[in-house]
């Protein structure tokens, strides 16, 4: 019995040392991936930030990076052509982007009555709510009670 139990602890002694050793070996393994997902994720960071400053450079007319506005696309953050001016009726060539209403195909619509009812609650701007959650592009009624959205881009002519 003295034998056996001697040959047990023996054994027992060994894979104790396994063990150690594998969990040893688990957390280097786990202290490399962690360094190498820091690492993937300031690069994949730094990335991201190239790739916005060239895509805002690209949305800004070729303006400085540093100058892009938050959502270059946005109608308040761009400037008509001149020929768009001229277009528009604006004589000497300044104007610019305003939010204006538009149905759902981009045609100008009534502007927005406020304040109007949805939900039972009365409403003094735009809004983005609808019945089944919220929506991308803010909303309104008109005076005929039509849905119109808000953030159309429409030409203004500037003094």
């Known amino acids: 019995m003295i034998v056996i139990s001697k040959e047990v602890s023996k054994e027992q002694q060994k894979l104790e040392k396994r063990i150690k050793s ?4 688990h957390n280097s393994s786990r202290d490399e991936y962690i360094r190498r997902i820091t690492d993937l994720r300031v690069e ?3 990335v ?9 450079e690209q949305l800004a007319n070729g303006t ?7 959502d270059c696309a946005k109608p308040a953050h761009r400037v008509p052509t001149k020929p768009a001016c001229a277009k528009a009726g604006c004589d000497n060539g300044n104007c610019a982007f305003v939010n ?3 149905n ?14 949805f939900n039972g609650e009365r ?16 909303w309104c009624k008109t005076s005929g009670g039509e849905v119109a959205l808000c953030d159309c881009p429409q030409i203004k002519c500037l003094p």
């Open 22 to 25: 594998w969990v040893t070996i």
């Open 44 to 46: 994949t960071l730094e």
């Open 48 to 56: 991201a930030e190239e790739i916005a400053i060239t895509k805002c």
């Open 64 to 70: 400085k990076g540093s100058e892009c506005c938050e």
């Open 100 to 102: 204006a209403t538009c």
């Open 104 to 117: 759902l195909d981009g045609e100008p619509t009534k502007p927005c009555s406020f304040p109007f009812e």
């Open 123 to 138: 409403y003094s701007s735009c809004i983005n709510l609808a019945p089944i959650g919220t929506t991308k592009r803010p």
